[in-house]
């Protein structure tokens, strides 16, 4: 195998500045990662880190001695990108007094086809074979066996490939595992469905396409793992996905709050390649920002070709910003259009003051007891539809195990304590919806109140009494259909307008469309978890709106007067 002689470590210094200097195109969450090293290299020694370039340049020198093993490619060997180089001569760069590797966890989010494979199982066998760890257990976990061999595959198929290394180094590519029997050491596919998780000492553990892990199993047992060995290394590597109350975008967060300042965690290593929310999606530019190997693995004309597929189809849309471009969707199939949505309709100037005394139509989704209940207002002012909710749940569903979204829950209701109510008990206190529905009409030219009569029979009766326009809107495709189609245009459009609730975003994100077979479509939730209640409120308030004429809307209580059951 013969020796490349590179200065690996300057070429990621170098990719970290141009990255920041803008020379390359990268999102705001890549220029922080690259800042960060440059950081480093500046203050870091301070902290009793060293930057090796020896360590730094070893790792990739021995993961460019390894072979291509699927397509056709103008070298032989793995030909390291300076992405890849700055990812890998940080990671393994920098070290402790001792010598031994400050980063004991990491996180590399990158779309697909960056040839994440590759590294990750180039990143496995350097320290399953070259890492100097008697005894390594090196794995690649994921949800399925299937998924877990992906990476492990690619490994063997490497060793395969290279009889000098399996010489050199006294690596046997077997079925089932691959081995040094020299070290005692030995490289396994791991999966939730193995016989046990439990019993494992890791020296290092990639866990592929975290995003798919609907449960924290897999990755808690290998992270617990860990402590018992001087540098292994948990190395999560992923696509973006749906599940924003799942351990992957939990752990995504986590190294926002790093990479942004908000944490400081010396152990932990992130990096994410995405777009940033003014990014116009369907440019080619964006796609080139959000792939750093574009044009070396990621090929022009196939994401040219995909682009146009998801801007005719929601469905196709959904997969293309989640796989190719890397961003986070509600769910696999979102109705609405996300991006839109927070791009176009998001304005967090606009006060729930400056609407009084003007026209609203609200909306109730009171559809649970003991999980959150919503009241939307919509305004329809110079052609656009503007959105305000507030949301009310029991005090139990914010106590740990009592409801899987708890800690969410909890969070929004110390961020928005005036619009995320808290009430007693393990149900919902329906005399604070009652209470605020009478100064709603105090403040504003409430028109109607729409509610689902599911669990609203007796709250609709004495609001009548009080002299609200209650109307009953219930759950139908008849009454959805419609409006569901139009806020989906709307957004697309920026004709509705919301102050970046984020409570709203998620509960908008959530939907996906039961479609009959006339067209008709209906909101439903991939989850019972994934909430949509606030998007039902706005549904059902914009079929009032629509009904009434916009924003010429004369309630028919103006001439009849009400009702009361």
Not at 502 to 521: E, Q, R, T
């Amino acid at each position: 195998m013969k020796l490349v002689s590179k200065d690996y470590s300057g070429i990621g210094i170098d990719y970290a500045q141009r990255v920041v200097s803008g020379e390359i195109d990268a999102c705001k969450l890549v220029k922080q990662a690259c800042q960060r090293q440059l950081d480093d290299l500046e203050g870091a020694p301070a902290r009793g880190w060293t930057f090796s370039t020896d360590c730094a340049n070893r790792v990739c020198r021995f993961i460019e001695k390894l072979p291509h093993i699927k397509g056709r490619w103008k070298t032989r060997n793995l030909d390291l990108e300076p992405w890849q180089c700055f990812l890998l001569t940080t990671l393994f760069g920098w070290v402790d007094e001792e010598g031994f590797r400050r980063f004991r966890k990491a996180y590399t989010e990158v779309p697909r086809k960056n040839g994440k494979s590759s590294l990750a199982a180039g990143i496995a066998l350097y320290m399953l074979c070259a890492d100097g760890e008697p005894g390594c257990e090196a794995y690649s976990a994921a949800v399925t066996r299937d998924q877990a061999r992906i990476v492990w595959e690619t490994a063997q198929q490497m060793v395969k490939a290279e009889p000098e290394m399996q010489s050199y180094y006294g690596v046997e590519p077997l079925a089932h595992s691959i081995v040094v029997v020299s070290s005692a050491s030995c490289f396994q596919p791991l999966s939730r469905d193995a016989d046990s998780l439990e019993g494992k000492n890791p020296h290092v553990a990639i866990v592929d396409e975290l995003h798919a892990h609907k449960t924290r199993e897999v990755f808690d047992v290998l992270n617990l793992a860990m402590g018992s060995r001087r540098q292994s290394l948990l190395f999560a590597i992923t696509t973006a996905g749906s599940d924003k109350l799942g351990v992957c975008y939990e752990q995504r967060q986590y190294v926002e709050q790093i990479l942004n300042g908000r944490h400081v965690d010396d152990r932990y290593w992130g990096i994410i390649y995405t777009l940033d929310p003014a990014d116009d999606w369907t440019r080619e530019a964006s796609a080139r920002k959000a792939n750093p190997n574009y044009g070396v693995s990621v090929m022009p004309d196939d994401m040219t070709t995909l682009c146009q597929q998801a801007q005719r189809s929601a469905e196709s849309q959904s997969a293309f910003l989640n796989k190719r471009l890397n961003l986070w969707t509600s769910v696999g199939t979102a109705y609405f259009n996300m991006l839109a949505w927070q791009n176009l309709c998001c304005n967090t100037a606009l006060k729930i003051e400056d609407f009084y005394e003007k026209r609203c139509i609200m909306a109730l989704d009171l559809a649970s007891k003991d999980d959150i209940a919503v009241s939307l207002k919509l305004f329809h002012e110079n052609g656009k539809r503007y959105l305000f909710a507030k949301y009310y749940l029991p005090s139990s569903a914010i106590e740990r195990g009592n409801n899987p979204n708890y800690d969410v829950y909890a969070g929004w209701a110390r961020a928005f304590p005036d619009k995320f109510i808290l009430t007693e008990g393990n149900v919902i206190d329906f005399e604070f919806i009652e209470r605020d529905l009478l100064e709603d009409r105090a403040k504003f030219d409430v028109r109607e109140v729409a509610f689902d009569p599911f669990n609203a029979t007796e709250l609709s009766t004495r609001m009548l009494k009080e002299g609200l326009p209650m109307i009953e809107v219930g759950a139908t495709v008849r009454n959805f259909s419609e409006p569901m189609k139009q806020l989906a245009a709307l957004i697309v459009s920026g004709g509705v307008q919301h102050d970046g609730d984020p409570v709203l975003g998620w509960m908008i994100g959530n939907v996906y469309a039961k479609v009959d077979a006339h067209d008709n479509v209906y909101p439903r939730k991939t989850r019972n978890e994934n909430k949509i209640d606030g998007a039902v409120a706005a549904i059902m308030a914009l079929g009032r709106n629509i009904v009434g004429g916009g924003e010429n809307f004369v309630s028919i209580y103006e001439n009849r007067g009400l009702i009361f059951m």
